[in-house]
């Protein structure tokens, strides 16, 4: 019994504190995931994440932090290359703060410049989401 529950305890987690379809996260249980056992457990942030709320959650015991999430509009999430002034400003602000985190890039990645730009504002991964509307985009961007 034991083992197994080390086990689940060791279960990579992405948890997302910022979709904005949900109107109250309960960021005040966020300790609860991160543990010894998790080589992975992010925490996906929105673009409008302030620097008080990043730190929070690396207190809290995140180490990887996913830079961004959609943005919240009137009509919706806006997503795609919208978001890469945000991400970018994510980027550098966690880097200077909390240079100890992995930090994944994501927010309207479509094309190689968009990876290399993230990665050099100091990203150490980069997630696809928005190249995936259109499959052969997301070959060619994956084949490079």
């Keep these: 019994m034991k083992i197994e529950a ?3 305890l060791a279960q990579s987690l992405e948890i997302n504190l910022s979709c904005p379809n949900v109107k109250s996260a309960r960021w005040d249980r966020i300790h ?3 543990n010894k056992y998790r080589e992975w457990c992010i925490a996906k942030m929105a673009p409008t994440s302030t620097i008080e709320e990043i730190a929070f959650v690396v207190n809290a015991g995140f180490k990887q ?5 959609t ?3 009137a009509r919706g999430g806006l997503s795609g290359t919208a978001l890469i002034p945000y991400t ?3 980027i550098t602000m966690c880097r200077e703060e909390f240079p100890h985190t992995t930090i994944i890039a994501g ?3 479509s ?3 968009h990876i290399n730009h993230y990665m050099d504002a100091g990203a150490d991964h980069i997630s696809v989401g928005s190249a ?3 499959p052969f985009k997301t070959y060619r961007l994956l084949s490079k």
Excluded at 65 to 69: A, E, G, I, R, Y
């Design 88 to 90: 970018t400003n994510l």
């Design 32 to 34: 609860i995931f991160p």
């Design 111 to 113: 094309k190689e410049a």
């Design 6 to 8: 080390e086990l689940d």
């Design 71 to 73: 943005l919240p509009t």
């Design 65 to 69: 932090l996913h830079f961004s999430n």
């Design 107 to 109: 927010g309207g990645v």
């Design 132 to 134: 995936w509307f259109n």
